[in-house]
């Protein structure tokens, strides 16, 4: 999406002037859709001119190419000879993750009864040896519908209806297998048919959301002419080839039995999962265990993760300052910042992956490492810093055997609770540190357990048992802290961390994305280092803060190697990128942009039955000078999801842009009819307002859309410039005033307020924000200038 670009660090950073009103649409229309679109929108993340030697990215192991590229069998050709996992997998959450919805299949209860949630009321009845859930529909009416699958098995299940198109949606009322009974997967929000989440819309699409982790070879096959689909699995539940991946070479290897060569195409398959490194086992569990976004439609076993998948970092949003999760993000981003992970450990040190099972019962896993040999479980872990110790004592963990907080997983793996019944464990492996954790404001768990408890007193008993106890993360919450509250000392500390060899790659760019709130020539160094890392995920994370703090030219320059990056999401971040740029200064890198840039457009396209990959496909063309084809892309978009407003408002935009100014308004004042609560919408109408040359109205329509969304700074932002030239200097100040308590890091807000306490000659406001925009990032270009 559209997004501003703050001022490169090359280039000298002027101070914001007084501007006429009617301006403000010309310079934020570019700001129209600073909203969250979800994080598949992966669109907005260059040698630099004597900044750094580029270095090496190393690629990863790919597996020797097969002649005949292996094929999906039938799994019950696994049996005799993996008879031991095949009855592990029986039975398994892998196992029973879809299934058709058949007596003996459903658990929950469809004897003619009826569920009253707190917007719709549903009633679950069987006929005709079918299972029917009676709800209101997508126009609000109650009908039945036809529940073709179930989905899991405990704690809880879900359902799967089926919908013209061959869509299936997920009902938003599951059952509860430990209490036998119906709940609503979102209490206290009142979903109706109105609602983005209720089970008839889009973000409910099984086939897009879910499927593919409940089956196995998924393909969405979604025809865009006829906006349905024909999905396709080869299989039911998660089987030997959604990880080993095609089996027909394995078969043929099997009949010979020949010696496998090598490992990574051992005994027919394109990866060898017995005998690998943690990356690559890990990375075929995130597939399904991370928060990650599609990058296409299904993906490719031999392929790195981010081939086929866009995994998240560690936001704000989705984890705690400190890496513990937060909202539901699976396992990967956790694990991955990990000792554990750095060590070596994978996957299935833990767990049985054909039962899911943990290996040993209790404390008994942890023990397998951690315990009085101090020697790892097995060869290929490395075993540096392993004490030789009785963890599984009361002298170590201070509680009862057998109690809460005897368990290893009780302290160091607290969880949450995630689709109202299902409890996930943290899988950081954090260490308790309750004095610490209260001073960033994040959870622990120590304080979980004693709630009852003051912080402060269960700190200080923490304490008497372990003494001073370390941060053991190397400063990496702190620095993410200070930096996330624009704290004194907030750019040196993240500078300082992102100087290590030792710090995950997560959580590297997780702190490179806070780099363009703090711009200098050391933050362009840092992201430019960062450009050619070992590990992918930084690399992306990279291009977008590059694109940031550096002029065009010197984009180019350093964004052109990673055209050829080895791994496609990092390739077609780069590509975007340099889309944004003018032609005229692609033109020299023209032969290795378009192909990639076409990857990118492969990628959308595969999407196609999302809104936001239509709106994706509009600013491209808009961006590569195909503009006959924005228009139909936001139409699509539109058609796919009618309420996506990002959409909506870019289709105004453009329709303005080419003098269609009534079409334009007639859909702006039909979708705030339907919304008249989205900030976004209002913001977009008072731009309008702006244009039409009518600035009261203007002002009410900002001042809503801040109101609406305070957590949205640009509309605060801009909110304030509208006021400061209608001649409201004193509520503009105010309105900026408000936006840096709430966002301390927002460095276009103190700008403008430094400018506009300048112009009205309070001197002493003005050396107080640039003083504590100096304890900031004392290197920043605006202090730099005015030395």
Request: aromatic share 6%; proline share 6%; charged share 20%.
């Amino acid at each position: 999406m559209p997004k501003h670009k703050k001022s490169p660090v090359t280039a000298p950073l002027t101070t914001p002037t007084k501007r006429s009103f009617s301006h403000i649409y010309l310079i934020l229309a570019g700001l129209l859709l600073l909203v969250t679109l979800g994080i598949w929108l992966f669109l907005q993340r260059s040698t630099p001119q004597a900044v750094i030697a580029p270095a090496t990215v190393a690629t990863p192991q790919a597996a020797k190419p097969i002649t005949t590229p292996a094929s999906f069998v039938d799994e019950t050709q696994c049996q005799g000879c993996h008879s031991e996992q095949v009855k592990d997998w029986q039975g398994s959450h892998h196992q029973m993750a879809m299934l058709p919805a058949a007596n003996g299949n459903v658990l929950g209860n469809f004897n003619a009864v009826t569920f009253k949630g707190e917007a719709e009321t549903t009633r679950f009845t069987q006929r005709d040896g079918a299972y029917w859930i009676n709800t209101p529909g997508p126009d609000g009416k109650a009908a039945d519908f036809k529940v073709a699958y179930t989905f899991g098995i405990e704690p809880l299940q879900q359902y799967l209806i089926e919908m013209p198109g061959g869509r299936l949606q997920a009902s938003g009322v599951a059952w509860d297998t430990q209490k036998n009974q119906w709940f609503e997967l979102y209490p206290g929000q009142k979903i109706d048919f109105k609602d983005d989440l209720h089970w008839s819309k889009p973000t409910q699409n099984a086939n897009f959301m879910c499927v593919e982790c409940h089956t196995t070879d998924f393909k969405r096959n979604f025809d865009a002419k006829t906006n349905s689909f024909a999905s396709h699995w080869q299989s039911l539940g998660v089987g030997c080839q959604s990880c080993h991946g095609p089996a027909s070479k394995h078969l043929e290897w099997s009949a010979t039995k020949k010696p496998a060569k090598d490992q990574e195409t051992a005994k027919g398959f394109d990866v060898s999962l017995l005998k690998t490194n943690a990356t690559t086992q890990v990375e075929t569990c995130a597939r399904c265990h991370a928060r990650r976004a599609p990058l296409g439609d299904g993906f490719q076993h031999k392929n790195r993760l981010m081939d086929d998948y866009l995994p998240s970092a560690l936001t704000r949003e989705l984890y705690e300052i400190d890496g513990k999760i937060k909202e539901e993000v699976f396992e990967y981003g956790s694990f991955t910042q990990s000792k554990m992970f750095a060590k070596g450990v994978t996957c299935t040190d833990c767990h049985n992956p054909h039962s899911n099972e943990l290996k040993a019962p209790g404390n008994g896993v942890c023990l397998q490492c951690h315990n009085p040999s101090g020697k790892p479980a097995r060869e290929g872990i490395d075993g540096s810093g392993l004490q030789a110790k009785n963890y599984d004592s009361p002298e170590h963990h201070k509680h009862k055997v057998g109690q809460a907080g005897s368990q290893c997983v009780d302290c160091h793996m607290p969880g949450k609770l995630y689709m109202v019944n299902d409890y996930r464990h943290d899988h950081s492996f954090s260490i308790p540190n309750p004095a610490h954790v209260s001073k960033l404001g994040s959870t622990d768990a120590c304080l979980g357990c004693h709630r009852e408890t003051s912080s402060s007193k269960v700190a200080q008993q923490f304490k008497l048992w372990y003494g001073e106890t370390a941060v053991h993360d190397g400063g990496y919450a702190d620095a993410l802290h200070q930096a996330r509250n624009g704290l004194p000392g907030a750019a040196r500390m993240l500078k300082q961390q992102l100087e290590r060899t030792d710090l995950p790659a997560i959580r590297r760019a997780t702190l490179l994305a806070e780099l363009p709130n703090y711009p200098s020539q050391r933050s362009l160094e840092l992201a430019a280092v960062a450009l050619n890392n070992s590990a992918p995920q930084v690399r992306e994370a990279a291009i977008d803060v590059v694109s940031v703090l550096s002029p065009a030219q010197q984009q180019i320059g350093l964004l052109t190697p990673r055209l050829s990056d080895p791994v496609r999401a990092v390739r077609i971040a780069a590509a975007w990128q340099l889309a944004q740029l003018p032609e005229q200064d692609r033109a020299p890198i023209a032969k290795l942009w378009q192909p990639v840039i076409r990857e990118y457009e492969d990628v959308q396209n595969s999407l196609k039955e999302r809104a936001e990959a239509n709106l994706n496909l509009a600013m491209l063309y808009q961006n590569t000078g195909r503009i006959t084809l924005a228009e139909p892309a936001l139409r699509d978009a539109l058609l796919r999801n009618p309420d996506f407003l990002p959409a909506v408002v870019t289709l105004v935009q453009l329709l303005d842009a080419q003098g269609r100014t009534n079409e334009a308004r007639q859909l702006l004042e039909e979708n705030l009819a339907r919304h008249p609560d989205a900030a976004l919408l209002q913001h977009t109408q008072g731009l309008a307002l702006v244009r039409r040359g009518e600035p009261d109205k203007a002002l009410l329509a900002l001042r809503k859309a801040a109101q609406l969304a305070p957590e949205n700074p640009q509309f605060s932002f801009v909110l304030a410039i509208a006021l400061h030239d209608s001649g409201q200097q004193e509520a503009a100040r105010k309105q900026l005033e408000d936006l840096l308590k709430r966002q301390p890091t927002n460095r276009n807000a103190r700008l403008a307020l430094i400018s506009y306490w300048h112009e009205a000659g309070q001197m002493q406001e003005v050396q107080v924000l640039q003083a504590e925009l100096e304890q900031q990032n004392p290197d920043d270009p605006e202090l730099q200038q005015t030395r």
